[in-house]
């Protein structure tokens, strides 16, 4: 088994040079199946994992994401960053308390939005603020993990809207960041902006423009892609066709695109009796 300082390690590596992608599992079947495919690294997705247990985006506590995100750690042996939304506080003090016990997971990183629960940025100041107090959590708890700080102010509509989000990420990097992410759909003159604002520091952008590639991104000089919650919609999407299928017309076409049982099956088998179940 992969030592956590190993895995630890490798993540940093990883964003040292290129462009890798970092798909983001929401149980411990998918996480195998992502590993299986030859990824470097996995990313936990709070929506994919809120909507395997029913609820919306954000609707998770606190206690239950520390123990997926643990969850997905013992799955594999490849670094996991932990998507900590925003870290369950707004407090910076209580943002340092739950980032170190994220870290105690085994994760080999971790992101902090600087969103509140009602979907406000907070303001400029104490974002920052945040950013040093989980910094310093880090560096105490487990200084070789990754921190990657978020700025929401595209998703929640900031009238600053990108300039608002650079502005805010540039400042993330000063207070300690190693990652800067500013999630959205970003044309290629936007990713330039972001890159530019998180000076020199490695930057996280998600996948959600179909006409993009990753090798697009990668030209454009980002360092490392994601995927958010766009595996997990990709299976409901499965799963919701046949059934409204069934459920509808009774007919079976859906089937067709199905994984044979017996391929999963067979992937699973040296699973059977080891690690969790």
Request: aromatic fraction near 6%.
């Amino acid at each position: 088994m992969t030592s956590i300082a190993a895995r630890r390690a490798t993540f940093r590596r990883l964003h040292d040079a290129g462009c890798f992608v970092m798909p983001n599992p929401w149980d411990i079947g998918s996480a195998r199946l992502s590993a299986g495919l030859g990824f470097p690294a996995l990313a936990t997705t709070s929506g994919g994992f809120a909507f395997s247990r029913g609820l919306p985006d954000g609707a998770v506590d606190r206690d239950t994401m520390l123990a997926h995100v643990a969850e997905i750690v013992a799955a594999t042996e490849l670094p996991v960053n932990a998507d900590f939304g925003n870290a369950f506080a707004d407090a910076a003090e209580a943002v340092a308390t739950n980032v170190a016990l994220c870290v105690e997971t085994g994760i080999a990183g971790l992101s902090v939005e600087d969103m509140a629960a009602d979907r406000s940025l907070y303001e400029f100041d104490h974002a920052v603020d945040r950013v040093r107090a989980a910094r310093a959590a880090i560096d105490a708890a487990g200084p070789d993990v990754l921190l990657t700080a978020r700025s929401e102010a595209l998703l929640t509509g900031h009238p600053g809207g990108l300039d608002e989000a650079c502005h805010r990420i540039a400042a993330f990097a000063e207070a300690g960041a190693d990652v800067l992410f500013v999630p959205g759909k970003l044309d290629a003159a936007s990713i330039s902006k972001v890159i530019a604002a998180a000076g020199g520091k490695p930057v996280n952008v998600i996948a959600l423009d179909p006409a993009q590639s990753i090798a697009d991104l990668a030209q454009a000089g980002v360092r490392r892609v994601s995927l958010a919650t766009a595996l997990a919609r990709a299976a409901y999407g499965g799963f919701l066709r046949l059934a409204r299928e069934v459920a509808g017309t009774g007919t079976l076409k859906g089937l067709a695109e199905a994984e044979p049982g017996a391929d999963l099956n067979r992937f699973f088998a040296p699973f059977a009796g080891g690690p969790p179940s």
